[in-house]
């Protein structure tokens, strides 16, 4: 019988990457994730896996690519400011195709900004982040629950495509407090399968070399060509959501994370005054769940995104439906978290009166 | 016809693509010896840097990574810890190390992270076309420092070995030099040194080598031999800055 646990959010994180198989994190202090490294520091020890707190998350970063690298399911953590000092790694591990989880525990921006949850690194997220053309898998928790169970899923995905995987979460999430459903089922890293790209030593077979570079005319083109075959695999495969009451709706709030589930209370609001109102809720944000957006938008009038930002993912909600349905929007940028009540107001602009 | 010489099997048969009297190549032979002749290049893994010598992935014949300029000992930091059992060395250049690594070597260090750094001082930017590195000399000429490096606006050269002495962590620092048989024998039995610490678990060991960049420095290699006995052993005293073995004693 799985153990049922009141966790934080930031610990649900560590947990799950703990019941991955997952055996090395490397990290940077930085609020409001602060729990992560101070319990992984605690339960790496207990269970012999590597906890390294690094001298910046650049370090923390390239301590990754070297780990999963050697073939082992490695992660970190930090929150948006330090998350743009890891771009250049990240990109270098995007360029050399290694899986990693790293995951971003957003806070207020831009700059040092505040230690408030926010939304507003969806663009980083979801177009790369770094320099050149790549793409990483983000997943998208709403609750302590999906936090725990994620981090097993990032690495399945960023393993099964030889990708970085992003879990994007935001300060609220990873500070609240919520019953976990702990899963029996724990991966033994021992019983995960050696890679035959992984670098171990090249003993009885020929020597590896994990890079993101080719000087050679027209190589480096087509190495980027077949990632792109690699993204549209992705983008057909591994799109996620959860819809509620859409079938009947005249209008579809989009939502992620801790706007999800303000959202969905703001759905219940406006159902019990009779609105038709149904709520989408990417959880991959790349890729996109754009299918799903195309379908509906041949019957929903109206799409509500709501975003702890000045508007984002309202872009990509845009592109999906192209414009056949009226996109409205609602942002709290720089820290700022929405109310039911207030995304009910919106709901009541565009619908009109009680019905 | 018996062949007598011939290239260790701890180098690839790649041609290597450095200008002569470069003193990369004399560093690459001395390392790919060291891996046959400690019997550990089935189970080494080799960081190459950002620089002329990226392409070093290609040259030694080991299982090699290739990260971000001045990420090296981060990158080992995270073979090493996963996989003890490899011995795990990054190779970098001054740019690499003493320009945009500085944060990771320091850290490196300080932690008595248990892998090997090779870092090769030539005094410029060798890749990019002869800019200032970080340890040019005062009124060394580059291409950045034209009428030569202005100590009072382009600050003072870095001296990696006496700085990281300063840190309680590491294990063993040496700097050596490549400019004559002598200093090439000094500097192979100090790489040997820094690959068996790691082998017998000691921790950090750094290996500084002064080399020869005719190209950068605008020196036939001769002149660049010579330039380097004279004026870059004057500012980079060559010897031993840590070894922890003989406090051990």
Redesign the interface.
């Known amino acids: 019988m799985a153990e049922k646990k009141l966790m934080y959010g930031n610990h649900a994180i560590v947990e799950g990457v703990i019941a991955a198989g997952c055996r090395f994190f490397a990290g940077y202090p930085i609020t409001p994730q602060n729990e992560i490294p101070e319990l992984m520091s605690i339960r790496m020890n207990e269970i012999g896996g590597v906890f390294v707190q690094t001298g910046s998350e650049v370090a923390a970063i390239n301590m990754l690519f070297g780990a999963a690298a050697a073939g082992k399911r490695a992660m970190t953590s930090s929150s948006s400011p330090g998350i743009s000092l890891m771009q250049e790694g990240i990109s270098y591990i995007a360029g050399a195709d290694i899986p990693v989880l790293v995951v971003n525990v957003v806070r207020g921006g831009p700059g040092l900004g505040n230690i408030a949850p926010a939304q507003s690194d969806y663009y980083q997220a979801t177009r790369g982040g770094g320099h050149g053309d790549y793409f990483t898998i983000t997943l998208a928790p709403n609750s302590a629950q999906e936090l725990f169970e994620f981090p097993r899923l990032a690495f399945e995905l960023a393993e099964k495509y030889r990708n970085p995987a992003l879990i994007l979460a935001d300060g609220l999430l990873g500070q609240m407090m919520e019953p976990v459903e702990l899963s029996d089922e724990l991966v033994d890293p021992n019983s995960l399968a050696e890679n035959e790209w992984a670098l171990s030593g090249c003993k009885g077979r020929e020597r590896r070399i994990v890079r993101s570079y080719d000087l050679r005319p027209g190589k480096l083109e087509e190495w980027n060509l077949r990632r792109i075959e690699k993204y549209e695999k992705i983008k057909k495969n591994e799109q996620r959501f959860e819809a509620t009451d859409c079938d009947d709706a005249d209008l579809v709030i989009v939502a992620y994370g801790t706007c999800a589930r303000v959202s969905d209370a703001a759905k219940k609001l406006a159902r019990d005054k009779g609105f038709k109102v149904g709520l989408l809720r990417p959880i991959t944000l790349w890729p996109f769940p754009t299918d799903v957006f195309a379908d509906m938008s041949k019957r929903i009038e109206n799409f509500l995104v709501v975003e702890m930002s000045c508007g984002q993912m309202i872009d990509d909600v845009k592109l999906a439906t192209e414009h056949r349905s009226k996109i409205h929007f609602h942002g709290r940028p720089g820290g700022g978290v929405p109310t039911p009540s207030e995304v009910y107001k919106e709901i009541e602009k565009v619908l009109g009166g009680a019905q | 016809m018996k062949k007598i010489f011939g290239r260790p099997a701890g180098l690839t048969e790649t041609l290597q693509r450095y200008c002569p009297g470069c003193g990369h190549g004399i560093v690459h032979r001395i390392i790919g010896e060291l891996l046959v002749k400690l019997d550990i290049?089935?189970?080494?893994?080799g960081i190459?840097p950002v620089g002329c010598s990226?392409f070093a992935?290609?040259y030694f014949?080991?299982?090699?990574?290739?990260?971000?300029h001045g990420?090296g000992p981060?990158?080992?930091?995270?073979?090493?810890?996963?996989?003890p059992?490899?011995?795990v060395f990054s190779y970098q250049g001054d740019g690499d190390l003493a320009a945009m690594g500085t944060?990771?070597i320091?850290?490196a260090a300080a932690?008595n992270e248990n892998i090997t750094v090779i870092f090769i001082n030539n005094a410029i930017f060798g890749m990019t076309g002869g800019q200032m590195a970080p340890t040019t000399l005062p009124g060394m000429k580059s291409t950045t420092s034209v009428k030569g490096r202005d100590i009072e606006k382009q600050g003072y050269p870095i001296r990696v070995c006496e700085m990281l002495a300063s840190l309680d962590g590491p294990y063993y620092l040496e700097r050596c030099a490549v400019d004559t048989p002598k200093n090439v024998i000094r500097s192979e039995k100090a790489l040997k040194t820094a690959f068996m610490n790691q082998i017998n678990n000691k921790g950090f060991s750094l290996v500084e080598i002064l080399s020869m960049c005719p190209t950068g420095w605008g020196q036939t290699p001769v002149q660049a031999k010579k330039w380097l006995g004279e004026a870059m052993v004057q500012y980079y005293p060559l010897g031993v800055y840590r070894d922890r073995s003989k406090e051990e004693k």
């Open positions: 290049r089935e189970r080494t893994i190459a990226v992935d290609e014949n080991c299982d090699m990574i290739q990260p971000p990420r981060a990158v080992a930091t995270g073979l090493k810890r996963t996989r059992e490899c011995i944060s990771e320091i850290h932690r």
